[in-house]
Protein backbone atom coordinates (compact mmCIF):
# COMPACT_ATOMS: atom_id res chain seq x y z
CA UNK A 1 0.00 0.00 0.00
CA UNK A 2 1.60 3.45 -1.15
CA UNK A 3 1.84 6.24 2.20
CA UNK A 4 0.35 9.22 0.75
CA UNK A 5 0.81 12.27 3.00
CA UNK A 6 -1.42 14.60 1.68
CA UNK A 7 -3.40 15.83 4.65
CA UNK A 8 -2.85 15.99 8.53
CA UNK A 9 -5.91 14.76 9.07
CA UNK A 10 -6.15 11.39 7.18
CA UNK A 11 -3.28 9.99 8.91
CA UNK A 12 -3.74 7.62 11.46
CA UNK A 13 -2.68 8.78 15.19
CA UNK A 14 -0.21 6.09 15.93
CA UNK A 15 1.46 7.00 13.06
CA UNK A 16 2.12 10.55 13.61
CA UNK A 17 3.08 9.65 16.80
CA UNK A 18 5.60 7.32 15.50
CA UNK A 19 6.72 10.27 13.11
CA UNK A 20 7.95 12.66 15.98
CA UNK A 21 9.53 10.08 17.40
CA UNK A 22 11.73 9.48 14.22
CA UNK A 23 12.07 13.30 13.72
CA UNK A 24 13.53 13.51 17.56
CA UNK A 25 15.88 10.68 17.42
CA UNK A 26 17.42 12.12 14.09
CA UNK A 27 17.50 15.13 15.09
CA UNK A 28 19.91 13.54 18.13
CA UNK A 29 21.57 11.68 15.68
CA UNK A 30 22.61 14.92 13.76
CA UNK A 31 23.61 16.88 16.68
CA UNK A 32 26.17 13.72 17.72
CA UNK A 33 27.77 13.84 14.02
CA UNK A 34 25.80 10.57 12.96
CA UNK A 35 24.01 10.29 9.64
CA UNK A 36 23.03 6.81 8.83
CA UNK A 37 22.01 6.41 4.90
CA UNK A 38 19.36 4.86 5.41
CA UNK A 39 18.17 6.15 1.96
CA UNK A 40 20.94 5.59 0.13
CA UNK A 41 20.05 4.69 -3.24
CA UNK A 42 16.51 6.16 -3.33
CA UNK A 43 15.81 9.59 -5.43
CA UNK A 44 13.15 12.55 -4.47
CA UNK A 45 11.00 14.51 -7.34
CA UNK A 46 10.00 18.04 -6.13
CA UNK A 47 7.64 19.91 -7.94
CA UNK A 48 6.87 23.63 -7.20
CA UNK A 49 4.53 25.73 -8.50
CA UNK A 50 5.22 28.41 -6.00
CA UNK A 51 8.72 29.52 -4.49
CA UNK A 52 10.39 27.92 -1.17
CA UNK A 53 13.12 28.26 0.88
CA UNK A 54 12.07 26.29 3.56
CA UNK A 55 10.39 23.38 2.04
CA UNK A 56 12.50 23.19 -0.96
CA UNK A 57 15.75 23.42 0.98
CA UNK A 58 14.58 21.21 3.87
CA UNK A 59 13.49 18.49 1.90
CA UNK A 60 16.80 18.70 -0.39
CA UNK A 61 19.09 18.73 2.70
CA UNK A 62 17.45 15.96 4.80
CA UNK A 63 17.63 13.68 1.47
CA UNK A 64 21.19 14.22 1.30
CA UNK A 65 21.41 13.24 5.34
CA UNK A 66 19.52 9.95 4.49
CA UNK A 67 21.85 9.38 1.72
CA UNK A 68 19.22 9.68 -1.08
CA UNK A 69 19.26 12.14 -3.82
CA UNK A 70 16.73 15.11 -5.22
CA UNK A 71 15.72 16.36 -8.75
CA UNK A 72 14.27 19.49 -8.76
CA UNK A 73 11.84 20.13 -11.69
CA UNK A 74 9.98 23.57 -10.75
CA UNK A 75 6.41 23.33 -12.13
CA UNK A 76 7.71 20.96 -15.04
CA UNK A 77 4.63 22.46 -17.02
CA UNK A 78 2.85 19.82 -15.22
CA UNK A 79 -0.74 20.02 -16.32
CA UNK A 80 0.34 22.67 -19.60
CA UNK A 81 2.48 20.75 -21.11
CA UNK A 82 0.98 17.57 -20.50
CA UNK A 83 -2.41 16.09 -18.10
CA UNK A 84 -1.24 15.63 -14.56
CA UNK A 85 -2.04 12.20 -14.85
CA UNK A 86 0.52 11.50 -17.30
CA UNK A 87 2.94 13.43 -15.53
CA UNK A 88 2.51 11.47 -12.63
CA UNK A 89 2.47 8.33 -14.42
CA UNK A 90 6.14 9.13 -16.13
CA UNK A 91 7.65 10.55 -12.57
CA UNK A 92 6.82 8.25 -10.54
CA UNK A 93 8.49 5.69 -12.66
CA UNK A 94 11.84 7.72 -12.38
CA UNK A 95 11.34 8.32 -8.41
CA UNK A 96 10.38 7.16 -5.27
CA UNK A 97 8.62 9.96 -3.46
CA UNK A 98 7.02 13.08 -5.30
CA UNK A 99 6.98 16.52 -3.35
CA UNK A 100 4.13 18.87 -5.05
CA UNK A 101 4.02 22.59 -3.73
CA UNK A 102 0.90 23.93 -5.36
CA UNK A 103 -1.82 26.40 -5.49
CA UNK A 104 -4.53 23.82 -5.43
CA UNK A 105 -5.24 21.27 -3.21
CA UNK A 106 -6.94 19.31 -6.24
CA UNK A 107 -3.42 18.99 -8.05
CA UNK A 108 -2.16 16.94 -5.45
CA UNK A 109 -4.83 14.25 -5.33
CA UNK A 110 -5.13 14.26 -8.96
CA UNK A 111 -1.14 13.14 -9.45
CA UNK A 112 -1.39 11.05 -6.07
CA UNK A 113 -4.94 9.39 -7.89
CA UNK A 114 -2.19 8.43 -11.25
CA UNK A 115 1.33 8.04 -8.57
CA UNK A 116 2.70 4.57 -8.34
CA UNK A 117 4.85 5.86 -5.11
CA UNK A 118 4.32 8.09 -2.37
CA UNK A 119 3.02 11.94 -2.66
CA UNK A 120 3.55 14.17 -0.47
CA UNK A 121 1.65 17.46 -0.04
CA UNK A 122 4.61 20.37 0.34
CA UNK A 123 1.84 22.83 0.73
CA UNK A 124 -1.64 23.80 -1.37
CA UNK A 125 -4.32 26.38 -0.57
CA UNK A 126 -5.99 23.62 1.64
CA UNK A 127 -3.35 22.33 3.77
CA UNK A 128 0.14 22.22 4.86
CA UNK A 129 0.89 19.23 6.79
CA UNK A 130 4.81 19.04 6.52
CA UNK A 131 4.94 22.53 8.25
CA UNK A 132 2.48 21.07 11.01
CA UNK A 133 4.38 18.35 11.38
CA UNK A 134 7.89 20.35 12.21
CA UNK A 135 5.38 22.66 14.23
CA UNK A 136 4.32 19.94 16.62
CA UNK A 137 8.30 18.62 17.02
CA UNK A 138 9.18 22.13 18.24
CA UNK A 139 6.50 22.16 21.26
CA UNK A 140 7.04 18.60 22.15
CA UNK A 141 10.81 19.80 22.28
CA UNK A 142 10.15 23.49 23.96
CA UNK A 143 7.58 22.41 26.70
CA UNK A 144 8.23 18.48 27.46
CA UNK A 145 5.36 17.51 25.81
CA UNK A 146 2.22 18.37 23.70
CA UNK A 147 -0.94 17.25 25.71
CA UNK A 148 -2.79 20.19 27.54
CA UNK A 149 -0.92 22.84 26.56
CA UNK A 150 -3.01 26.02 24.49
CA UNK A 151 -1.81 27.07 21.26
CA UNK A 152 -3.12 30.27 19.56
CA UNK A 153 -3.72 31.25 16.12
CA UNK A 154 -3.85 34.89 15.45
CA UNK A 155 -5.02 35.69 12.17
CA UNK A 156 -6.41 33.88 8.80
CA UNK A 157 -7.81 30.34 9.21
CA UNK A 158 -5.60 29.04 6.31
CA UNK A 159 -3.61 26.12 5.18
CA UNK A 160 -1.24 26.27 7.91
CA UNK A 161 -4.01 27.07 10.45
CA UNK A 162 -6.14 24.13 9.54
CA UNK A 163 -2.78 22.03 9.60
CA UNK A 164 -1.78 23.18 12.86
CA UNK A 165 -5.24 22.45 14.69
CA UNK A 166 -5.48 19.06 13.32
CA UNK A 167 -2.36 18.55 14.97
CA UNK A 168 -3.34 19.89 17.80
CA UNK A 169 -6.81 17.24 17.62
CA UNK A 170 -4.49 14.82 17.53
CA UNK A 171 -2.01 15.08 20.26
CA UNK A 172 -4.76 16.50 22.73
CA UNK A 173 -3.56 20.64 22.75
CA UNK A 174 -6.33 23.28 23.38
CA UNK A 175 -6.62 25.01 19.79
CA UNK A 176 -7.89 28.97 19.68
CA UNK A 177 -8.12 30.97 16.51
CA UNK A 178 -8.33 34.40 16.94
CA UNK A 179 -9.58 35.81 13.30
CA UNK A 180 -11.41 38.74 11.92
CA UNK A 181 -15.37 37.75 11.13
CA UNK A 182 -14.97 36.36 7.99
CA UNK A 183 -11.99 34.51 7.87
CA UNK A 184 -12.57 31.58 10.66
CA UNK A 185 -12.45 28.25 9.20
CA UNK A 186 -15.19 27.15 7.05
CA UNK A 187 -18.58 24.50 7.70
CA UNK A 188 -16.65 21.90 5.73
CA UNK A 189 -13.16 21.63 7.75
CA UNK A 190 -15.25 22.18 11.27
CA UNK A 191 -17.13 18.94 10.23
CA UNK A 192 -14.80 17.10 9.11
CA UNK A 193 -12.60 17.90 12.73
CA UNK A 194 -15.12 17.58 15.20
CA UNK A 195 -15.93 13.92 13.93
CA UNK A 196 -12.44 12.87 13.62
CA UNK A 197 -11.78 14.19 17.27
CA UNK A 198 -15.20 14.93 18.95
CA UNK A 199 -13.06 15.38 21.94
CA UNK A 200 -10.71 17.93 21.22
CA UNK A 201 -11.17 21.50 21.93
CA UNK A 202 -11.24 24.18 18.81
CA UNK A 203 -12.04 27.21 20.04
CA UNK A 204 -13.14 30.13 17.68
CA UNK A 205 -12.30 33.78 19.08
CA UNK A 206 -12.36 37.07 17.31
CA UNK A 207 -10.25 38.78 20.52
CA UNK A 208 -6.47 38.06 20.12
CA UNK A 209 -6.52 39.75 23.60
CA UNK A 210 -8.49 37.32 25.11
CA UNK A 211 -7.66 34.47 23.48
CA UNK A 212 -3.99 34.83 24.67
CA UNK A 213 -4.47 34.96 28.37
CA UNK A 214 -4.05 31.23 28.61
CA UNK A 215 -1.20 30.17 25.95
CA UNK A 216 1.60 28.48 25.92
CA UNK A 217 2.04 29.27 22.00
CA UNK A 218 1.47 32.20 20.33
CA UNK A 219 0.82 31.66 16.60
CA UNK A 220 0.59 33.81 13.29
CA UNK A 221 1.11 33.74 9.88
CA UNK A 222 1.37 36.10 6.87
CA UNK A 223 -2.49 38.14 6.31
CA UNK A 224 -2.02 38.13 2.92
CA UNK A 225 -0.69 34.26 1.02
CA UNK A 226 0.33 33.64 -2.06
CA UNK A 227 -2.38 33.89 -4.52
CA UNK A 228 -4.37 36.11 -2.55
CA UNK A 229 -2.22 39.21 -3.38
CA UNK A 230 -5.39 41.05 -5.02
CA UNK A 231 -6.98 40.87 -1.61
CA UNK A 232 -3.91 42.69 -0.31
CA UNK A 233 -5.40 46.40 1.08
CA UNK A 234 -8.77 44.98 2.91
CA UNK A 235 -6.71 41.80 4.09
CA UNK A 236 -4.59 44.89 5.86
CA UNK A 237 -7.59 46.29 6.48
CA UNK A 238 -9.60 43.57 8.35
CA UNK A 239 -6.31 42.31 10.07
CA UNK A 240 -4.89 45.06 11.89
CA UNK A 241 -6.03 44.42 14.99
CA UNK A 242 -4.51 40.70 14.92
CA UNK A 243 -1.15 41.81 15.26
CA UNK A 244 1.38 39.63 17.66
CA UNK A 245 3.27 42.33 19.07
CA UNK A 246 4.91 43.31 22.40
CA UNK A 247 1.37 44.91 23.47
CA UNK A 248 -0.24 41.65 23.27
CA UNK A 249 2.40 39.30 24.80
CA UNK A 250 1.66 41.56 27.76
CA UNK A 251 -1.74 39.83 27.70
CA UNK A 252 0.25 36.14 27.41
CA UNK A 253 1.30 34.59 30.51
CA UNK A 254 5.88 34.54 30.68
CA UNK A 255 6.18 31.30 29.73
CA UNK A 256 4.52 31.75 26.55
CA UNK A 257 6.01 31.37 23.08
CA UNK A 258 5.74 32.53 19.73
CA UNK A 259 5.71 30.65 16.36
CA UNK A 260 5.29 31.70 12.88
CA UNK A 261 5.35 29.40 9.88
CA UNK A 262 7.96 32.03 7.68
CA UNK A 263 8.32 34.40 5.56
CA UNK A 264 7.15 37.07 8.20
CA UNK A 265 6.22 40.74 6.92
CA UNK A 266 8.11 42.57 9.93
CA UNK A 267 5.46 45.15 11.07
CA UNK A 268 2.42 43.39 9.75
CA UNK A 269 1.43 40.21 11.37
CA UNK A 270 4.29 40.26 13.81
CA UNK A 271 6.59 42.79 15.32
CA UNK A 272 10.21 42.76 14.91
CA UNK A 273 11.11 42.60 18.59
CA UNK A 274 8.65 39.85 18.88
CA UNK A 275 9.78 37.51 15.94
CA UNK A 276 13.78 38.48 16.88
CA UNK A 277 12.91 38.29 20.95
CA UNK A 278 13.77 36.06 23.39
CA UNK A 279 10.24 34.23 23.78
CA UNK A 280 10.38 33.72 19.61
CA UNK A 281 11.23 30.35 18.97
CA UNK A 282 10.34 30.66 15.02
CA UNK A 283 14.08 29.60 14.24
CA UNK A 284 13.97 26.30 15.87
CA UNK A 285 10.52 25.48 14.48
CA UNK A 286 12.05 26.44 10.66
CA UNK A 287 15.21 24.23 11.34
CA UNK A 288 12.62 20.99 12.21
CA UNK A 289 11.26 21.08 9.12
CA UNK A 290 13.98 19.22 7.90
CA UNK A 291 14.13 16.81 11.17
CA UNK A 292 10.76 16.01 11.16
CA UNK A 293 10.60 15.67 7.14
CA UNK A 294 13.68 13.16 7.18
CA UNK A 295 11.56 10.80 9.13
CA UNK A 296 8.61 11.42 6.91
CA UNK A 297 11.04 10.48 4.03
CA UNK A 298 11.63 7.44 5.92
CA UNK A 299 8.24 6.66 6.96
CA UNK A 300 6.38 6.89 3.30
CA UNK A 301 9.99 4.84 1.37
CA UNK A 302 9.81 2.27 3.77
Known amino acids: MIRHFLRLIDIPTGDLKHLLSEAARLKADVRRGIRPPILAGKSLGLI ?4 SLRTRVSFEAGMAQLGGTSIFLGDGAMGKREPI ?10 VDAVVLRTFH ?4 EEFAKHS ?3 VINGLSDLSHPCQALGDLLTIQEVFGGIEGKTLVFVGDGNNVARSVAVGCGVFGMRFILAAPEGYGFDNEFLVRYH ?7 LILNGSPYHAVDKADVIYTDVWTSMGQESERQERV ?3 SGFRVDSALLEHAPAHAR ?23 IVFQQAENRMHAQKALLAWVME
Open 48 to 51: FEKP
Open 105 to 108: HTTI
Open 237 to 239: RKF
Open 116 to 118: AVP
Open 195 to 201: HSFPKAE
Open 85 to 94: ADFARTLSGY
Open 258 to 280: VMHCLPAVRGEEVSADVIDGERS
